[in-house]
């Protein structure tokens, strides 16, 4: 039987849908290869429906757990980290510490204090009784150079298990505002009036500004409390928990678990609401002399536009995620001021009793 011919179409077909292929795959990586630079101009979509069923018993589970251990007696053994998250006073907050360790007469390591640079996120070895900074959650890791071990009982010494943990958090509509425009308007000296007044910017503008802008130390505006607490610390990891495909409501499962798990050792501020300083007062009552008053103060030079009700709704969309954490927050440091003791009933160490009250600036 003879053989039909091969016809000619099914070859120039083939190379046709080869060639097709090759185009897709092409596109598909200059797409993810630019998917940083798409996160804002795709439409938002606050959470996945796997993220709102998840975060509640998060939340939940985050509020039952045991309050931290107060720590009487700062020391290199048992150390307390202030996790600063920018645009939450925490350089006021760290001026604070450094005034109250020196009266206590306590060992510190603080960023732009003492010769220590501002741009650092490691202590390295230095070894002390107080970290402050822009550390990430983890670093306590390196406290476990000094771990030693007892021959006798047959176990290890490490400080890390002893250490202490404090941070700042604030309204993330706030924080987003006040990044805005000290960290890109002043610090990146940007002239153009348009970008100079986030009221002006389209949403698309606004969230491409907060996603992909970066600020002279190389770090975004976004989700500034998972950066810290979380373990997260890429910025492209972080815009994503931003964006909007739902598939990334994964990512910000993950990020909400790991920084609840994390914060439940910790004892957290709130800007916005003085009483959580008591809570400083009496988890380290050797800081108790600086944390007595809180005064907001604006540092930001670069002059503010009124806020319209467009810009905040794309600020909260933006910071759906933080808005969860904060609130979840919100709700702890209520917990854990129904702990205290009354009021009244609070001391001072003896020996700053009868001394004048210092007050806390907030910037």
């Known amino acids: ?54 975060v509640p018993p998060m939340v939940e589970a985050f509020l039952a757990t045991p309050l931290p251990p107060r720590n009487l007696n700062l020391s290199e053994d048992a150390p307390l980290f202030f996790f600063h998250q920018r645009k939450t006073a925490g350089s006021s907050m760290r001026q604070a510490i450094v005034q109250a360790a020196k009266a206590a007469n306590l060992s510190y390591f603080v960023s732009c204090h003492d010769g220590v640079p501002c741009d650092l996120y490691h202590i390295g070895t230095n070894f002390s009784a107080i970290y402050a900074g822009h550390f990430y959650w983890g670093e306590q890791r390196e406290l476990s150079r000094q771990s030693s071990f007892d021959p006798a009982t047959g176990t290890w010494h490490n400080p890390r298990h002893s250490a202490s943990c404090l941070t700042v958090f604030r309204d993330p509509v706030a924080r987003l505002e006040s990044c805005y425009y ?12 348009h970008y100079r007044c986030m009221n002006l910017l389209t949403n698309a503008e606004l969230r491409n500004m907060l996603t992909n802008g970066r600020t002279i130390w190389g770090r975004g505006c976004l989700n500034e409390p998972f950066r810290i607490l979380s373990g997260l610390s890429d ?44 809570l400083v007062r009496h988890w380290f009552p050797q800081l108790a002399p600086a944390f007595m008053e809180l005064q907001q103060v604006r540092k930001t030079k670069a002059a503010r536009c009124p806020m319209s009700n467009r810009t905040r709704a794309t600020l909260e969309e933006l910071g759906a995620g933080e808005r969860m954490l904060y609130d979840a927050v919100q709700r702890r440091m209520e917990v854990m001021l129904a702990a205290l003791p009354p009021e009244a009933e609070e001391q001072l160490p003896p020996e700053v009793e009868e001394e004048e009250e210092e007050s806390l600036t907030y910037t």
């Open 1 to 54: 039987m003879e053989r039909s011919k091969p016809r000619m179409g099914r070859p120039v077909l083939g190379l046709t849908l080869a060639f097709a292929a090759l185009l897709l795959i092409s596109r598909a990586l200059q797409s993810s290869r630019g998917s940083a630079a798409s996160y804002a101009a795709a439409e938002y979509r606050p959470s996945s429906a796997a993220l709102a069923s998840a």
């Open 182 to 193: 000290y960290r890109f308007v002043q610090e990146r000296r940007i002239k153009h009036q």
């Open 235 to 278: 910025e492209l990891d972080l815009a994503a928990l931003s964006s909007s495909p739902s598939t990334k409501g994964s990512l910000l499962t993950a990020a909400m678990s790991l920084t609840l798990s994390h914060l439940s050792g910790c004892v957290p501020l709130v800007l916005e609401d003085p009483r959580s300083l008591r």
